[in-house]
C-alpha cells in the first residue's frame, strides 16, 4: 500500500527503451564493468567520475529521466526559482562523459552471481556495484501518514511534483493562515533544509501573506544551524515562524488529512498547509539488497565505501551511515568521487590516494542573506570523523551575508556540471 | 529580535488531588550580552529573566533564568489541582517587559 | 576534469564541486586558467587565513604540501579556455 520511493516507479516507455538498449550493454567488451542504481547526486558522480578515466564500463541505472535537485528547491518553494531551473537530464553524462544510462527499475541485485535484475527481466553482470539508493520514508511514525495522505499534506522531501503540489498550496492559501511544517527526527537529509524551507517560505509570506504563520512541528529539541537561523527570523520576519521542540509538543504522532490538522500528544494543531516530513531510512533498493541494518542505514568502509555488509557493492550519499558527515548533496558528491578512485584502484589497478572528505552547503535566510558551513572529514578507525569546521557567524554584515548569497548561485551552477557533466 | 511568542501546555479537566502536567515556553532569543556584531560592538544582554505561575491568587511556582539558559526557554513542572480556577503564565524580560497568558481549568 | 586518477586529478576533483570547469565563474572564481605557482601561492594565502572564505580555509588546512603541489601541477597542466559562447 505504501509506495514511497521513486525508484519503484517503471514506466512503460522506458522499459521498452531500456530492453533495447540492453544486449549491447551485455555484450560489452574486457573492460571492467561498473553498475551504478540510482542516477541521483551519488549515482551521477560515481558513474560521471568513472566514465571519465575511460578504462570501465559504467552503467548507470535510473528510473526517471529528468532529475530535480533538492537542493535549491526551497527557493522554488518561496517563488525565487523555477523548477526547470534545477532539473537536469542525462544526455550530457552519456554524450560526453562515456557512460551508459537504462531508464529503467532495477527490481533485484544477486551479489552471489554478481548481476542486477531489471524490471524487464534483463540482468547486466558486474564486478563491482554502486547503489545510491537515497532516501525512503519510515512508516507507522507518524499515523496515517503513507502515500495517499502525502497527495494532501505532501513531504516534499524528493524535489519534483511534490515541491510543485506545495507550492500550489502555499500560493492558494489565504492570508492569515498557518503553515504547519513537521520536522523529521536525526538523521535526515539536509539537517538545515526544514528551517531553510520555514525562513524563504516566510519570505514569500512577508511580501503577499504577511498575516499568515508559520509553525514548525519538530521531532528534535534542537536543530541544524538554530542560532544563525533564530537570529536571522527576530530580523526578517519577527514573530511570523514558532518552533516548538519535541519536549514541548511530544511530537507530531497522528495526521488527520480531512481535517488537515496533525494530532501531538497533548494538542491538535489545524494546518491552512502542512508539509510533513517523515522520518527517513536507507532508500528501498538498499533495503531490498541487505544493505541496511538494524538503523535501517547502510554501514560501509569509510574510504573505498564498499558495503560491509555486501562484498562488492559500494553505496555512497544519504543511504550509508556517513559518521559525522551530514546527509547533503556536497557529502554525497565527495563520498561519490572517493568510492569512484577506490573502484578504479581495485578494477584497474590505479592507486587509490588518501581520500579527503568535504561539506560545504549554503543555506538562505532570505534571497540575499545566506549562510554557509564547511567541514573536512577523515576516515579513523572505521568511521569518518569531522577535523574542522567553519560555520557563518550571528552578526556577519549584511554585506558579507549578500556575498555568501550570491556565491551560493555561482556553486549551484559548478556543482550541477560537476554532477550531470559540464555544459548540462 | 524575535517577537517572544508565549505557548503553554495544560491538560483541559483534572480530578482534585490530581498531579498535572505543565509545559511552557516562549520563543525568545535569549541574547546573552556576550557576543559582538560585524562592528565589534557588544549586542546588548536581552533575556526572559524569570518565569511565575499563578493558581487563582497564589503564586505556585516561579523560575529566576539567567544568560545560560538557551534560546525559547522551556519549563516544565507539576501542580496539585484543588479548585477550578484561573492558571496565569507570566515571561519577564530584560527591560520590564512581560508576556502572559492564562488559562481556565476545571477541576472535578 | 579528472580524466586520469593520478594524485592531482584526485584532488582536483573535490575543486571541480564548487568551481566551474567551464572557467565561468560568477562569485566562485574559475581556477582552470592559473599556473602552478599562483594557486600554491593562493592555498598558502588561504591557510593562514579564515577571512577571505572559509570553505577555502577549510580545504587548504586539510592539504598537505606534497597534495598542494600535485593538485596545482594538474591544474595547471590542464588549462581550458573559455568556451566559445
Known amino acids: 500500500m505504501t509506495n514511497w520511493t521513486r525508484r519503484q ?6 522499459g521498452v527503451l531500456a530492453a533495447a538498449a540492453a544486449p549491447h550493454v551485455a555484450r560489452s567488451q574486457n573492460k571492467p564493468r561498473v553498475v551504478v542504481i540510482g542516477g541521483g547526486i551519488g549515482g551521477a558522480t560515481v558513474a560521471r567520475y568513472l566514465g571519465d578515466l575511460k578504462t570501465m564500463d559504467v552503467t548507470l541505472i535510473e528510473t526517471k529521466r529528468r532529475y530535480v535537485t533538492c537542493f535549491f528547491s526551497n527557493l522554488y518553494l518561496a517563488g525565487l526559482r523555477s523548477l526547470a531551473s534545477l532539473t537536469f537530464g542525462f544526455e ?7 557512460l551508459k544510462v537504462i531508464h529503467q527499475a532495477a527490481t533485484g541485485v544477486d551479489p552471489g552471481t554478481k548481476t542486477v535484475t531489471l524490471r524487464d527481466g534483463v540482468r547486466l553482470a558486474y564486478d563491482r556495484l554502486v547503489v545510491a539508493a537515497g532516501i525512503a520514508f519510515k512508516s507507522g511514525e507518524i499515523r496515517n501518514y503513507d502515500a495517499s495522505a ?3 499534506m505532501p513531504h516534499a522531501w524528493n524535489a519534483g511534483p511534490q515541491s510543485e503540489l506545495l507550492r500550489r498550496q502555499l500560493e492558494s492559501m489565504e492570508d492569515g493562515g498557518v503553515f504547519v511544517i ?9 539537517p538545515p533544509a526544514p528551517y531553510e524551507r520555514a525562513s524563504l517560505v516566510a519570505y514569500y509570506f512577508k511580501q503577499f501573506k504577511p498575516r499568515s504563520k508559520i509553525l514548525i512541528l519538530d521531532a528534535k529539541d534542537r536543530f541544524s544551524g538554530q542560532e544563525l537561523f533564530q537570529e536571522a527570523w527576530g530580523r526578517h520576519y519577527p514573530g511570523m515562524i514558532e518552533w516548538l521542540p519535541r519536549q514541548f509538543t511530544g511530537a507530531v504522532k497522528i495526521v488527520d488529512v480531512a481535517a488537515r490538522s496533525v494530532v501531538t500528544e497533548g494538542e491538535t494543531f489545524k494546518a491552512a498547509v502542512a508539509n510533513i516530513i517523515p522520518a527517513q531510512k536507507a532508500g528501498a533498493i538498499a533495503e531490498k539488497t541487505e544493505l541496511t541494518d538494524a538503523s535501517g542505514w547502510c554501514p560501509v568502509d569509510p574510504v573505498t565505501f564498499e558495503s560491509t555488509l555486501q562484498r562488492g557493492i559500494h553505496v555512497v550519499g544519504d543511504s550509508i551511515i556517513g559518521g559525522d558527515m551530514p546527509k547533503s548533496a556536497f557529502s554525497t558528491n565527495s563520498q561519490a568521487k572517493a568510492c569512484a578512485f577506490a573502484i578504479a584502484a581495485s578494477l ?3 592507486q587509490q590516494f588518501p581520500s579527503h572528505l568535504f561539506n560545504s552547503c549554503y543555506t538562505f535566510l532570505a534571497p540575499d542573506d545566506a549562510f554557509t558551513n564547511a567541514i573536512t572529514f577523515t576516515p579513523e578507525g572505521g568511521k569518518i570523523k569531522t577535523v574542522e569546521t567553519f560555520i557563518s557567524k550571528v552578526g556577519e554584515s549584511a554585506e558579507v551575508r549578500r556575498r555568501t548569497a550570491h556565491q551560493a548561485v555561482g556553486w549551484y551552477s559548478a556543482f550541477t556540471a560537476d554532477v550531470f557533466g559540464e555544459g548540462s | 529580535m524575535t517577537t517572544p511568542v508565549p505557548r503553554v501546555m495544560v491538560p483541559g479537566s483534572v480530578s482534585r488531588h490530581e498531579v498535572f502536567p505543565i509545559k511552557a515556553i516562549i520563543q525568545h532569543e535569549m541574547e546573552t550580552g556576550l557576543r559582538t556584531d560585524s562592528t565589534g560592538q557588544v549586542i546588548p544582554r536581552k533575556i526572559i529573566n524569570g518565569f511565575v505561575c499563578r493558581y487563582g491568587s497564589v503564586e505556585v511556582f516561579r523560575a529566576d533564568l539567567h544568560e545560560a539558559v538557551a534560546a525559547n526557554p522551556f519549563l516544565e513542572f507539576y501542580l496539585r489541582a ?3 480556577g484561573r492558571l496565569e503564565f507570566i515571561w519577564q524580560e530584560d527591560g520590564g517587559a512581560i508576556y502572559s497568558l492564562s488559562h481556565e481549568i476545571v477541576v472535578t | 576534469m579528472a580524466a586520469d586518477a593520478s594524485h592531482g586529478a584526485q584532488i582536483a576533483a573535490a575543486c571541480a564541486s564548487c568551481h566551474d570547469p567551464s572557467g565561468r565563474g560568477h562569485a566562485i572564481p574559475p581556477i582552470t586558467s592559473l599556473d602552478e605557482q ?7 594565502n588561504y591557510r593562514a587565513s579564515e577571512s577571505s572564505s572559509h570553505v577555502m580555509h577549510a580545504v587548504a588546512l586539510s592539504l598537505s604540501e606534497e597534495e598542494i603541489g600535485a593538485v596545482a601541477r594538474h591544474l595547471a ?9
Open chain 1, 9 to 14: 516507479i517503471c514506466s512503460m516507455a522506458g
Open chain 1, 92 to 98: 550530457v553524462l552519456t554524450e560526453r562523459h562515456g
Open chain 1, 150 to 152: 502525502a497527495e494532501i
Open chain 1, 182 to 190: 513537521v520536522a523529521p527526527p536525526d538523521p535526515f537529509r539536509c
Open chain 1, 348 to 350: 584497474t589497478g590505479s
Open chain 2, 82 to 84: 484543588t479548585e477550578s
Open chain 3, 38 to 44: 599562483t594557486i600554491i601561492k593562493f592555498m598558502h
Open chain 3, 77 to 85: 597542466a590542464n588549462v581550458r579556455h573559455r568556451d566559445p559562447p
